[in-house]
T-cell receptor
Framework: EAQVTQNPRYLITVTGKKLTVTCSQNMNHEYMSWYRQDPGLGLRQIYYSMNVEVTDKGDVPEGYKVSRKEKRNFPLILESPSPNQTSLYFCASSHTSGIDDEQFFGPGTRLTVL | GENVEQHPSTLSVQEGDSAVIKCTYS??????FPWYKQELGKRPQLIID?????GEKKDQRIAVTLNKTAKHFSLHITETQPEDSAVYFC????????????FGAGTRLFVKA
């Protein structure tokens, strides 16, 4: 089944404890992206990747890192999480890096930073 | 940078009525405008999109219009049904060397049976 998967789905952690949220797609998609969703703010793009080893900042990259060593995986790294990073996170991918390609979203990861 | 404003934030309609959600964007370089539907507890899913060289697109009960001059685009849902109840997000994508996508804040649509 074609899909985007994220792990973990739920995470409660404490300030300063490094964590990684994994994202994987099995559709051979070139483009991958991370978003955070907060009430009243919609979805805000954190980082995106046009292809392997090509990443760039979205609108809210502060406090986050990403890597794209393989086409299928795009992990989101929080080196020192803070309470303001408590949010619902979505990974998404699209077939090519074409601007008008549909983005397929993962199921989301709900992160709470105490 | 690009900014997308979406109105209204909440919309309540009677089943069978039409619903209209409006968005404006600021960067004239934006050239792709998707609409996503997110049901409660689920992931966003694309329902319709429009490219900047097209003024209108329709898919059954859903239509999107784009006015590039005014930097407005709108989602129209006709003959609404209770299963249309969800949060709808508009977005604008622009080429900055990569492709950035900016979403509106969302509209919560309630369709009353």
């Amino acid at each position: 089944e074609a899909q985007v998967t994220q792990n973990p789905r739920y995470l409660i952690t404490v300030t300063g404890k490094k964590l990684t949220v994994t994202c994987s797609q099995n559709m051979n998609h070139e483009y991958m992206s991370w978003y955070r969703q907060d009430p009243g703010l919609g979805l805000r793009q954190i980082y995106y990747s046009m292809n392997v080893e090509v990443t760039d900042k979205g609108d809210v990259p502060e406090g986050y890192k990403v890597s794209r060593k393989e086409k299928r995986n795009f992990p989101l790294i929080l080196e020192s999480p803070s309470p303001n990073q408590t949010s619902l996170y979505f990974c998404a991918s699209s077939h090519t890096s074409g601007i008008d390609d549909e983005q397929f979203f993962g199921p989301g990861t709900r992160l709470t930073v105490l | 940078g690009e900014n997308v404003e979406q109105h209204p934030s909440t919309l309540s309609v009677q089943e069978g009525d039409s619903a209209v959600i409006k968005c404006t964007y600021s960067d004239s370089a934006s050239n792709y405008f998707p609409w996503y539907k997110q049901e409660l507890g689920k992931r966003p899913q694309l329902i319709i999109d429009i490219r900047s060289n097209v003024g209108e697109k329709k898919d059954q009960r859903i239509a999107v219009t784009l006015n590039k001059t005014a930097k407005h685009f709108s989602l129209h849902i006709t003959e609404t049904q209770p299963e249309d109840s969800a949060v709808y997000f508009c977005a604008a994508t622009l080429n900055t060397g990569g492709f950035k996508t900016i979403f509106g804040a969302g509209t919560r649509l309630f369709v009353k049976a």
